[in-house]
């Protein structure tokens, strides 16, 4: 396994009524083309208008967060809910630094 950072994140629509649950190894460009691809219905993502960042975990090595998304993806809204309030409680959406 090859070590370095990917992150799985949970975006959604200025609205707030769409999750997107995603892994990247980086957070930042690839919000930046959830950003582009916004209102292109060739993707969820892009269809719903999700490039707002609500969440967001770090792994080190890939298959570790591959795996974890895979588990957010089975869970429903209000457990999603639940665990991005544990983290993010007021829902503001978040900016990444360099």
Do not use: W
Not at 30 to 40: E, S, Y
Not at 48 to 74: D, G, M, N, S, W
């Amino acid at each position: 396994m090859q070590s370095h950072n990917y992150f799985v994140y949970i975006i959604t629509n200025p609205g707030k009524t769409v999750l997107y649950v995603g892994v990247t190894n980086d957070l930042m460009t690839r919000l930046d083309q959830h950003k582009a691809n916004r209102g292109k219905p060739e993707t969820f993502a892009g269809r719903y208008y999700c490039y707002q960042l609500l969440y967001y975990e770090r792994y080190t090595f890939v298959q570790h967060a591959i795996e974890r998304e895979k588990e957010l993806k089975l869970l429903g809204r209000e457990q999603k809910m639940e665990l991005i309030k544990s983290e993010n409680p007021y829902l503001r959406f978040l900016k990444v630094d360099d």
